[in-house]
């Protein structure tokens, strides 16, 4: 991959978005590279747990906004290898833990890649923000990502005015669920990866996240309920499941394959 450092390690993929001198600017050739990692996390039955981070100063300063104008990018990043809204419609579909380890800026649609982690840890010197309106165009992340999940006031107050949150702001109205010291947060994302691998089965913890997502487009709570039964009943019988209930009967801790 040209923009991306992509490694799994114990069933862990370690996903570090690698344009240090652009700040991790995504241009096309990086969304390419993105639904190539998300691709193989969700397909390979070796990766349990993905931790997502960048390189250098930023987790991800958004859109490269001078692509192909003041640095043109090279012939062979001329078209991207699919778009914005599939890419993250895609990220949706993929049913494991993706922890995301966020340093500096995590701005635009590199903000919206933050908040399509399922759990965010941000060092303290972690920025948020969604400047489009100051560069006088729209956002996709932001209207359907970040006003999702926060109140709507909330998010239009980022939206309307293009201005930053801090760390602890984020924390504080839920975009970020721990914030650890500056330079810690690829090392806290580790170890929350680890622990979910070494104590928890991970077709259980897929089918929670995929009950939870799929959930969403049912306004009404029996359908989510039926979902969510329908979703358990793919796993159940599983030699995990076996074996978790047997290891609590027995007293000891369960040894987890993920089948």
Known sequence: METIIFEVKDRVAYMTLNRPEKLNAINNAMIGDLFDSFQEIKSNPDIWVAVVTGAGRAFSTGHDLV??????????????????????????????????????????????????????????????????????????????????????????KFLFTGEFCDAHEAHRIGLVQEVVGEGKAAERAEEMARGIIENCAPLAVRS????????????????????????????????????????????????????
Do not use: C
């Not at 039926?226 to 159940?236: F, G, H, I, L």
């Not at 047997?246 to 007293?251: D, G, I, L, N, Q």
């Open 67 to 156: 692509m192909g104008r003041e640095e043109p990018e090279p012939a062979s990043d001329a078209k991207p290898r699919g778009n914005t809204d599939n890419l993250y419609h895609f990220i949706s579909t993929v049913y494991k833990p993706v922890i995301a380890a966020i340093n500096g800026y995590a701005l635009a649609q590199g903000g919206g890649l933050a908040l399509l982690s399922d759990i965010r840890i941000a060092a303290e010197n972690a920025q948020f923000g969604w400047p489009q309106v100051k560069r006088g165009i729209a956002s996709m992340s932001g209207p359907t990502i970040l006003a999702s999940m926060i109140p709507l006031g909330s998010a239009f």
């Open 208 to 259: 929670i996240k995929e009950a939870a997502m799929t959930g969403r487009s049912f306004p009404d709570f029996k359908e989510r309920l039926e979902n969510a039964s329908k979703v358990n009943k793919q796993m159940a019988g599983s030699e995990d499941s076996v074996e978790g209930l047997k290891a609590f009967a027995e007293k000891r801790k369960p040894v987890f394959k993920g089948r």
